[in-house]
């Protein structure tokens, strides 16, 4: 009659029968206090259980923010190095471009006073020398002046535009991946957008067409997007 007593008074208290019963087996049936210290032991395990696994979790976190923070500032590095490459290489091809340019105009001013001579020469009735009429005769400098049938780019122009209207631009090498264009975007996108946490999705504008993670390791200039493209930026839907 003592257990059911006990029981009952466990039961009373709140604690569900299954645990009470347990605990008063446990003990030996000693009593309700013998069963409850056994019952609120087992509560503060489970506690110290609970609060350990949540440390664990908040430090694993933490690491792994720490790894992303870095990853991040690793690949903005790069990016930046990126772009003062491209500058450079920018700088050089203008460089090479402009003295092509006073190259063609200086052969083409030499060419204008060989005709000028010769045209004057004969108005005079003069027999003109072989040598000065044919002298400046190389001038089949001519082909430099045509415009090659094919020009092979090793850059292209992007312009991402983002949900909010926005657009961005910015010149990358026509070997370069898909993800390097992703990942300028998930840099300087806004805080609209998530501000660089949530991944995007790439689409093209026309035809339209969504591109996967496998044309992420694509070059640029094997996608069609070579000499310049426009890319639209869309929320990545979770898989």
């Known amino acids: 009659m003592a257990e059911l007593t006990a029981l009952e008074s466990l039961i009373e208290m709140g604690f569900p029968r299954g645990r009470a019963e347990k605990a008063l087996a446990l003990t030996g049936n000693q009593g ?4 409850m210290d056994w019952m609120l032991e087992l509560l503060a395990q489970k506690q110290r259980e609970r609060e350990e696994r949540e440390e664990r979790e908040a430090l694993e976190r ?30 050089r091809r203008e460089k090479a471009e402009e003295l092509a340019a006073r190259q063609r105009v200086r052969e083409k001013i030499e060419r204008d006073k060989a005709e000028r001579a010769k045209k004057y020469g004969g108005s005079v009735g003069s027999q003109p020398p072989p040598p000065t009429t044919t002298e400046p ?20 122009r992007i312009q991402v535009r983002l949900p909010d209207g926005t657009s961005l631009t910015q010149t990358f090498r026509a070997r370069e991946q898909l ?38 390791e694509r070059p640029l ?19």
């Open 137 to 156: 005769g190389p001038v089949p400098a001519s082909p430099s002046q045509e415009p090659p049938t094919k020009r092979e780019y090793d850059q292209c």
């Open 179 to 216: 993800a390097a264009v992703r990942l300028y975007v998930e840099l300087h996108r806004g805080e609209e957008l998530g501000g660089g946490q949530d991944p995007v999705q790439l689409l093209s504008g026309f035809p339209r067409r969504a591109f996967s993670e496998a044309d992420m």
């Open 32 to 35: 309700i206090e013998a069963a």
């Open 62 to 91: 933490e690491r792994q923010r720490r790894r992303q923070g870095q990853e991040l500032s690793a690949a903005r590095q790069r990016l930046q190095e990126d772009e003062m490459r491209r500058a450079a290489e920018e700088r």
């Open 221 to 239: 200039q094997e996608l069609g997007l070579v000499p310049s493209a426009v890319l639209i930026v869309a929320k990545k839907c979770p898989s």
